[in-house]
C-alpha cells in the first residue's frame, strides 16, 4: 500500500524533472540561436576571426548541453528506478542479460556457440 502511494507520489515528481530538464535545454538552445545570429552576421562582415570566436563559442554552449542532457538523462533514469520495489529491481537486473542477446546485433549466448 505505501509503495503504489509512494510511487504515485514519484511519478508527479518526474514530470517537474522533466519539465524543468526542458527549461535547461531551453535556455541552451536560445543561447545557440542567438550565436548563430552572430556567426552569419561576422559572415557577412567578412571577419574571419569573429568569426572564429563565434564558432568556438558554439562548440563551448554545445559541449555544455550535452554534459548538462547527459546529467539529467542519469538523474531522471535513477530516480525512475527507485519507484519500483525491490522485487521488480531484481527482476530487471536478472533480465537485464538477456535482453542485450535478444536484441539485434548482439552475438548469441555461449551455449548457443557452443553447439555449434
Same mark, same amino acid.
Given at each position: 500500500?505505501?509503495?503504489?502511494?509512494?510511487?504515485?507520489?514519484?511519478?508527479?515528481?518526474?514530470?517537474?524533472?522533466?519539465?524543468?530538464?526542458?527549461?535547461?535545454?531551453?535556455? #541552451?538552445?536560445?543561447?545557440? +540561436?542567438?550565436?548563430? *545570429?552572430? !556567426? %552569419? /552576421?561576422?559572415?557577412?562582415?567578412? =571577419?574571419?576571426?569573429?568569426?572564429?570566436?563565434?564558432?568556438?563559442?558554439?562548440?563551448?554552449?554545445?559541449?555544455?548541453? #550535452?554534459?548538462?542532457?547527459? +546529467?539529467?538523462?542519469? *538523474?531522471? !533514469? %535513477? /530516480?525512475?528506478?527507485?519507484?519500483? =520495489?525491490?522485487?521488480?529491481?531484481?527482476?530487471?537486473?536478472?533480465?537485464?542479460?538477456?535482453?542485450?542477446?535478444?536484441?539485434?546485433?548482439?552475438?548469441?549466448?555461449?551455449?548457443?556457440?557452443?553447439? %555449434?
Amino acid at each position: 500500500m505505501k509503495q503504489k502511494a509512494k510511487s504515485g507520489q514519484s511519478s508527479d515528481d518526474l514530470m517537474e524533472k522533466a519539465m524543468d530538464a526542458s527549461k535547461i535545454m531551453k535556455k #541552451f538552445k536560445d543561447k545557440l +540561436k542567438a550565436l548563430d *545570429k552572430d !556567426i %552569419k /552576421d561576422a559572415e557577412a562582415s567578412g =571577419d574571419a576571426a569573429e568569426v572564429e570566436k563565434t564558432e568556438f563559442k558554439i562548440r563551448l554552449v554545445k559541449g555544455d548541453m #550535452f554534459r548538462a542532457r547527459d +546529467k539529467i538523462e542519469k *538523474k531522471m !533514469i %535513477k /530516480d525512475y528506478q527507485k519507484i519500483n =520495489d525491490k522485487e521488480t529491481r531484481k527482476r530487471m537486473k536478472k533480465n537485464k542479460k538477456k535482453s542485450g542477446r535478444v536484441n539485434a546485433g548482439k552475438k548469441p549466448s555461449l551455449w548457443q556457440r557452443l553447439r %555449434k
